[in-house]
């Protein structure tokens, strides 16, 4: 689905938000104190404190880039990572349409939130060593053979919970 592009020089939230809810009708959008795409209510959730944050709109747009690409679910850490990926991808190009350009730095330090929080999570509790998450969730230690737990949610402090060892 295409963009229109807006003719302001640097477009305000405001603004963008009102193409996006054009373009995008089958999405909600409801104002919270985040930036979140919910697939099970179709609903992207912003949070605007200034009408001119450039770094705003580039948020709005991301969380609007899940819903294009219909992101539902993850399956591991790594999913989650690659679902972060392609949203960015995604909402570069709706952000060129749209005239607010999002800065690869700015995708970058986004991303490196979700590669910091991914690789706490596989560091073995016991060893330090970097695990891999198997399929039941848990992770595992090829150096000193532990498994751990970790919470399945993105948003909780990472903790983890040694199973074995």
Request: neutral net charge; glycine residues 4%; hydrophobic residues 35%.
């Amino acid at each position: 689905m295409g963009v229109r592009y807006l003719q302001n020089s640097m477009p305000s939230v405001a603004n963008v938000l009102s193409v996006l809810k054009t373009q995008y009708p089958n999405v909600n959008f409801v104002k919270g104190n985040k930036f979140a795409w919910s697939p099970s209510n179709k609903t992207v959730t912003y949070h605007i404190t200034n009408t001119n944050d450039t770094q705003s709109a580039w948020a709005l747009i991301h969380e609007v880039a899940h819903a294009s690409l219909n992101h539902i679910d993850y399956k591991s850490d790594v999913d989650l990572l690659r679902h972060e990926v392609a949203a960015w991808q995604e909402a570069k190009t709706m952000a060129l349409e749209l005239g607010v350009p999002i800065d690869e730095d700015h995708i970058q330090d986004c991303l490196d939130t979700y590669r910091d929080w991914l690789h706490k999570r596989a560091t073995c509790p016991s060893c330090t060593v970097v695990g891999l998450q198997r399929s039941d969730g848990t992770y595992g230690c090829f150096n000193c053979q532990t498994s751990w737990k970790v919470p399945s949610s993105p948003l909780c402090r990472v903790s983890r919970t040694i199973v074995t060892s």
